[in-house]
T-cell receptor, first 111, second 116 residues
Framework: SQQGEEDPQALSIQEGENATMNCSYK?????LQWYRQNSGRGLVHLILIRSNEREKHSGRLRVTLDTSKKSSSLLITASRAADTASYFC???????????FGTGTKLQVIP | DVKVTQSSRYLVKRTGEKVFLECVQDMDHENMFWYRQDPGLGLRLIYF???????EKGDIPEGYSVSREKKERFSLILESASTNQTSMYLC???????????????FGPGTRLTVT
C-alpha cells in the first residue's frame, strides 16, 4: 500500500525559480526521506527528517515536516536544469526499516 | 562510497522462463530490498531481508522469491516469468539500527526486465 502521496504529480518551472513539492501520508512515522531519480536510473537519497524535527536544510534543499497534518514539503531553491528528475518521499514507520515510497513528482526545469 | 550493483541493466526473457536478478552491496549493510517500479505506481516493495537467510514479504511478493545466502548478495527470482512482470527492478540496501528509526537506502542502477 502507498503510504506517501506526492503533489503535484508533475511540475515545470524556469531555471532560477523555486520548486516546491508536497508529500502526505496516512499513519504515524519515525522519519520521512526524500529521494531523487534521474530518468531510468536508481534513486539517490537527498535528506532525512525525523518525526521530532520540523525543518531541515541541505544546500539548496529545505524540508519541512508537520506530523499533526501528516505532511512534508521539499523546497528546491534557485533550481537548475540538472535538478530535472523525479522526486519521491518515503516514510519509515518502524519495524525492520521498511520504508514505503510514494508515486513521485516529476520536475522539469527549463533552461 | 557505497556501491550497489545489479547483474544486468537490461534483460529480455520469454514467458515461463526462470529469471534471476542479482544484487551486491559492498558496505556490509544488514538490510537489503527489492522493489519494482511501474509508471504511475511508484516503487513497490517485493521482498526485503534484514539478515542473512532472513526474508520478509513486502507489498507484492506473489510470483517472486528471494535468496540471501551471503550478507552482501540478495537475489530476486521469478520462478516462471510472465508478461505482467515486465518492469524496472531496483535493489537497495541500508544499515539496520537496533532502535527503529531507519536510515537512507542506497540504490542500484536498476534492471529493466522485459518478458515477451
Amino acid at each position: 500500500s502507498q503510504q506517501g502521496e506526492e503533489d503535484p504529480q508533475a511540475l515545470s518551472i524556469q531555471e532560477g525559480e523555486n520548486a516546491t513539492m508536497n508529500c502526505s501520508y496516512k499513519t504515524s512515522i519515525n522519519n520521512l526521506q526524500w529521494y531523487r531519480q534521474n530518468s531510468g536510473r536508481g534513486l539517490v537519497h537527498l535528506i532525512l527528517i525525523r518525526s521530532n524535527e520540523r525543518e531541515k536544510h541541505s544546500g539548496r534543499l529545505r524540508v519541512t515536516l508537520d506530523t499533526s497534518k501528516k505532511s512534508s514539503s521539499l523546497l528546491i531553491t534557485a533550481s537548475r536544469a540538472a535538478d530535472t528528475a523525479s522526486y519521491f518521499c518515503a516514510t519509515d514507520s518502524g519495524g525492520y526499516q521498511k520504508v514505503t515510497f510514494g508515486t513521485g513528482t516529476k520536475l522539469q526545469v527549463i533552461p | 562510497d557505497v556501491k550497489v550493483t545489479q547483474s544486468s541493466r537490461y534483460l529480455v526473457k520469454r514467458t515461463g522462463e526462470k529469471v534471476f536478478l542479482e544484487c551486491v552491496q559492498d558496505m556490509d549493510h544488514e538490510n537489503m530490498f527489492w522493489y519494482r517500479q511501474d509508471p504511475g505506481l511508484g516503487l513497490r516493495l517485493i521482498y526485503f531481508s534484514y539478515d542473512v537467510k532472513m526474508k520478509e514479504k513486502g507489498d507484492i511478493p506473489e510470483g517472486y522469491s528471494v535468496s540471501r545466502e551471503k550478507k552482501e548478495r540478495f537475489s530476486l527470482i521469478l520462478e516462471s516469468a510472465s508478461t505482467n512482470q515486465t518492469s524496472m527492478y531496483l535493489c537497495a540496501s541500508s544499515f539496520r539500527f537496533p532502535v527503529t528509526g531507519g536510515d537512507e537506502q542506497y540504490f542500484g542502477p536498476g534492471t529493466r526486465l522485459t518478458v515477451t
